[in-house]
């Protein structure tokens, strides 16, 4: 209390109705009984102090715009957006010959439009968010251009990256490459489709509940969710702290291990880089520990992933009958259990509908990183007009969480220590398995649906979507997505075939591991007639 002055400036807005407002914010029915005159003196040299820090001018990173200037910058037409993936269109790269031989020259890269690029809008899939254009650059971008590659655009994201369908983006849906019409899933749907669509070699995507690999799994390409923190999320729009990933999407797993290699290590900024997080550039060699073969290898077929709510037992049998191939290449194959695994939606739920609430209203804590101080300005205070213009099955993530918050104070205490507990239970199996093994997405992607289907027919047509996915956005585990077959959608009716997703979970820090295995079944198999 020593650093408030009770001196204050003349017009101090600070009044008695201030000090009763914010008690009343401590619980219901909450009123200052007594020294409400020196209470009143306290605020405001409080108020002094927190308007003094908020006059100071930011402090963000800067950018290089002239070794990686932004150049034609568009919104592309709907003949050159076929699969409206687009979100913007342009050219970046280094124009000074120092990245020439990066580990990334002459890749071309779709980036997910929650990420920063400074000087290009952000739309983040919503209207709630209209005109907000970052001013810095995200490390993974800045490390892209530092590795030779091409940033060709930015990719659609779902709305507010909250959804994990591929059609609730303001602009509009994402077509599915395999087939129009059809789901591509989300929430970095629009990576997932240039990517499959051959528009572009490799991408980022974001992953707080599945959002690289369920659109992976639907697409038919590579989506990796990296140990948590291998990654610095720098730059990059926060759903919450404790569950941000973002990571690389690419066709093969050695393209996904090889921009793993150009972007992953410490930034000395983010703080959810842990112990164990290796130090930038000096990152593993990915590609080349993916192509060491797996002989030895213990596998272990989760039991429970494979009888999930919901679950097409077409799916199920295609992933294990993909995993059994493990055999021939020199693993040992075996059905593991887990049980707590068919928990670990429920306490996502609980985490992310409170916690991500509270932080996109502004009300996270205790972080030590880069704030996006321009994006919180853009969506607070939340305005009838913005709320109004949130998609009809976003806004009862913010309904729920705030209940939630309410009438369960301690829900965040909670499912923080069943979180460590979930983490344990994984932590166990990998004792004794080099990785797990599951379906990534538990059914085959469905159509998109219609305009005119009830909002809570088309909730309850996606619910479960990533029951395989988010635990391990929990718990932190590396996690990859590979294709491993393609299968018709429920409705016989329709002449197509879609790519199915196998999921493979490895121990914290062994990311390599994951890759390894996925490269190993992906140099031996064709996915596309693999069924």
């Not at 000090?19 to 405001?44: S, Y």
């Not at 779902?158 to 059809?182: C, F, I, M, Q, R």
């Not at 309410?406 to 994984?426: C, E, H, S």
């Not at 199996?429 to 059914?443: E, Q």
Request: charged content about 20%; glycine content about 10%; overall charge negative.
């Amino acid at each position: 209390m020593s650093v408030i002055s009770t001196v204050v400036s003349p017009g101090n807005p600070i009044t008695s109705q201030d000090v009763i407002d914010a008690v009343a914010g401590l619980g219901p029915g909450i009123k200052p009984t007594a020294h409400l005159d020196e209470w009143t003196t306290i605020l405001a040299g409080a108020h002094e102090v927190l308007q003094s820090v908020m006059d100071e001018p930011d402090y963000i990173p800067d950018v290089d715009e002239e070794r990686f200037p932004r150049t034609n910058l568009h919104r592309p037409e709907p003949h050159d957006n076929p699969l409206n993936a687009w979100a913007w269109k342009f050219d970046l790269q280094d124009t000074t010959g120092q990245a020439a031989q990066g580990l990334l020259a002459g890749k071309t890269l779709a980036i997910k439009d929650n990420v920063c690029i400074k000087g290009v809008p952000c739309l983040m899939g919503t209207e709630v968010i209209t005109n907000w254009t970052p001013n810095t650059d995200a490390t993974v971008v800045t490390r892209i251009l530092e590795a030779g590659g091409l940033i060709k655009g930015k990719a659609v994201c779902e709305n507010l990256s909250l959804l994990g369908v591929s059609y609730s983006a303001a602009t509009g849906p994402v077509e599915n490459p395999w087939a129009k019409g059809y789901s591509a899933a989300g929430s970095s749907s629009g990576t997932a489709a240039l990517i499959a669509s051959g528009a572009v070699d490799m991408g980022i995507g974001g992953d707080q509940g599945g959002s690289i690999r369920l659109p992976a799994s639907h697409t038919g390409i590579v989506g990796m969710k990296p140990t948590y923190g291998l990654i610095p999320y720098t730059g990059i729009a926060s759903l919450e702290a404790s569950i941000d990933h973002t990571g690389p999407m690419a066709r093969t797993v050695l393209d996904a291990a090889l921009l793993l290699q150009a972007i992953a290590g410490t930034d000395g900024i983010d703080d959810r880089q842990q112990a164990g997080c290796p130090s930038y550039p000096d990152t593993p060699n990915y590609p080349a520990l993916a192509a060491k073969g797996i002989e030895g290898y213990k596998i272990g077929i989760l039991t429970e992933s494979l009888v999930v709510p919901t679950a097409d037992p077409r799916v199920s049998e295609l992933v294990v009958k993909a995993a059994k191939q493990f055999a021939e290449l020199g693993a040992t194959v075996e059905e593991v259990s887990v049980p707590i695994h068919l928990k670990g939606d429920d306490f996502w739920m609980a985490l992310t509908q409170v916690g991500a609430v509270q932080a996109f209203l502004g009300h996270a804590s205790g972080r030590r990183g880069l704030i996006l101080n321009d994006l919180q300005e853009k969506i607070t205070p939340l305005t009838q007009d913005k709320f109004d213009k949130i998609f009809p099955l976003v806004a009862p993530i913010f309904i729920n969480g705030l209940y939630g918050a309410k009438q369960f104070p301690n829900i965040m205490g909670k499912v923080t220590n069943l979180t460590r507990k979930l983490r344990d239970a994984y932590d166990a199996a990998l004792s004794k398995y080099d990785v797990l093994i599951m379906p990534t997405v538990p059914w085959v992607p469905v159509k998109i649906p219609s305009p005119e289907t009830s909002r809570l027919d088309q909730f309850n047509k996606f619910a479960g979507l990533a029951r395989n996915t988010c635990p391990t956005d929990l718990t932190g585990h590396p996690s990859l997505s590979i294709p491993v077959g393609l299968l018709s959608p429920t409705d016989e009716s329709e002449k197509v075939k879609l790519p199915i997703g196998m999921q493979i979970v490895g121990p914290w820090w062994k990311d390599d591991k994951v890759l390894a295995v996925g490269h190993a079944w992906e140099k031996s198999n064709d996915w596309k007639s693999f069924a």
